[in-house]
């Protein structure tokens, strides 16, 4: 009933979202991760299929329902991540960077579960930055062509606007969609800037909150109409 009743503003279209946080192992029992729940990753794949679009979601360590149309890769790393991004992204038209993925990784993982030693102090943890997934497909070829639309997300702490400005330049995206509030993390509703060559556009209009459902339809719907005709 809803799909009947959803523009398809992305037929034929084929997308491509990362949701979640990614989980960088320390060693067998211990890792690195984040307060990313997955659920507006999520919400965009499912507002994309309902919009007509083939999607595939790229999902770290979460617990959420698989939208229903959507086809599905679990991963854990942000380089497993990377791997699945990698087929998935062939011939795709759009890419929904939604993943809160790890800025870090350790340099070594630990084969064993790292023990105390005694000295009461910790151990010498050394942790190397991972790619940059997004800005690596924006600078790919396809995307370079106008054939692959990446968007990207940020949340801020402070001072969204401005930050936000230099991500989208910094990652070379067309869209970034900025989280309004440091709080969204885990939250059924939020409102994003969209920041474009443009300029900015509340969404939703007014910036009160709406379900991240509503919210990623609306998205999904600013994407589309920004997608070069074919
Ligand atoms: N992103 C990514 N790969 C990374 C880090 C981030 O693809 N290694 C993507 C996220 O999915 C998001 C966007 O880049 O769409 C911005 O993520 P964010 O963490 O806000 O930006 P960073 O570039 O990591 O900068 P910082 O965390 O230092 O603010
Ligand atoms: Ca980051």
């Not at 396809?142 to 401005?162: D, H, I, K, P």
């Not at 330049?169 to 474009?196: E, M, S, Y």
Request: proline share 7%.
């Amino acid at each position: 009933v809803i799909a009947a009743l959803t523009p398809q503003t992305l037929a034929g279209r084929r997308v491509v979202v990362t949701a979640g946080p990614t989980f960088e192992a320390i060693d067998p029992v211990r890792g690195l991760t984040n307060r990313s729940s997955g659920k507006m990753g999520f919400a965009i794949a499912r507002a994309a299929r309902l919009a007509g679009a083939q999607v595939t979601l790229i999902a770290g360590p979460v617990h959420l329902p698989t939208p229903h149309g959507v086809a599905r890769v679990d991963v854990e790393s942000a380089l497993q991540m990377q791997a699945a991004l990698q087929p998935a992204l062939q011939g795709a038209d759009v890419l929904i960077a939604a993943a809160a993925v790890a800025d870090w990784r350790a340099a070594e993982v630990a084969a064993q579960k790292m023990k105390k030693d005694g000295s009461g102090l910790p151990p010498p943890l050394r942790f190397v930055e991972n790619p940059d997934l997004l800005a690596a497909a924006a600078r790919s070829p396809r995307a370079q062509a106008g054939q692959l639309y990446c968007v990207g997300f940020a949340a801020e702490s402070e001072n969204l606007l401005a930050h936000a400005q230099a991500k989208r330049q910094r990652k070379g995206v067309p869209l970034l969609a900025g989280n309004i509030g440091p709080a969204t993390f885990g939250r059924d509703d939020n409102a994003l800037l969209l920041i474009d060559e443009a300029g900015v556009t509340e969404l939703p209009a007014g910036l009160q909150p709406a379900s991240k459902r509503q919210l990623a339809r609306l998205l999904v719907d600013e994407i589309a109409r920004r997608l070069p005709r074919r």
